[in-house]
């Protein structure tokens, strides 16, 4: 029986993913909504979430979608966080731009509200490294819904919030790392498994 049994009734089966899928749960105690994304536990991954896993609840802005809890078995992680029902990010554009034409200030704006989340979790000594379209989506399908980046959970640590500036590779604590991001997306530097937070600046760029 998984771990969230007691608390969550099971829904609608929403994705899947490299290590696990993502569940539509209902929370008992209330009936809120929230996403379940179950993941594999592999030595790998089980280190760097018992690592994060208390930074990563903490994190608390507009456009990230907020995780509620991570729990765990000998088996697989269990991630509560926000549930999101709108459209993901290119198929909301495709369905605005069918009824007007998408103007450039609507594009900067949320660009610039994303540059703010990829901010915030750079101030917290995090950089996300898998920024594509596939992981941005709307809170809603609401005409003033906000765009959220849907999952942290493989967040790196880059240091404490620390900015080592004009360092020797000028980079920030740049670590090596298994390119994971889609090679439409990515920073060049990633190719050589490489990442410091000024890669997800360059994602969210190619994005939009």
């Not at 000028?170 to 090679?183: F, G, I, L, P």
């Amino acid at each position: 029986m998984w771990p969230i049994a007691n608390d969550y009734e099971v829904g609608d089966l929403l994705g899947d993913g490299t290590f696990g899928f993502i569940w539509k749960v209902t929370a008992k105690s209330n009936g809120d909504t929230f996403a379940l994304k179950t993941i594999t536990a592999v030595d790998e991954l089980k280190n760097h979430l018992k690592q994060v896993r208390r930074q990563l609840l903490n994190f608390d802005h507009p456009n990230i979608a907020k995780m509620h809890d991570i729990l765990d078995d000998c088996r697989k992680f269990y991630v509560i966080k926000e549930f999101c029902s709108g459209l993901p990010l290119l198929e909301r554009m495709v369905e605005e731009n069918d009824k007007s034409p998408v103007a450039e200030s609507r594009i900067a704006g949320l660009l610039k509200e994303l540059l703010d989340a990829v901010g915030y979790m750079h101030e917290k000594g995090f950089l996300h490294g898998d920024i594509m379209p596939d992981c941005l989506m709307f809170a809603n399908n609401d005409a003033d819904a906000r765009i959220k980046i849907l999952d942290v959970t493989f967040s790196h640590k880059c240091g404490d919030g620390a900015w080592v500036e004009n360092s020797r590779d000028d980079s920030v604590n740049a670590r090596e790392y298994a390119v994971q991001t889609s090679a439409y997306f990515c920073a060049p530097e990633t190719l050589r498994q490489r990442f410091d937070p000024r890669c997800d600046v360059w994602s969210l760029g190619n994005v939009s």
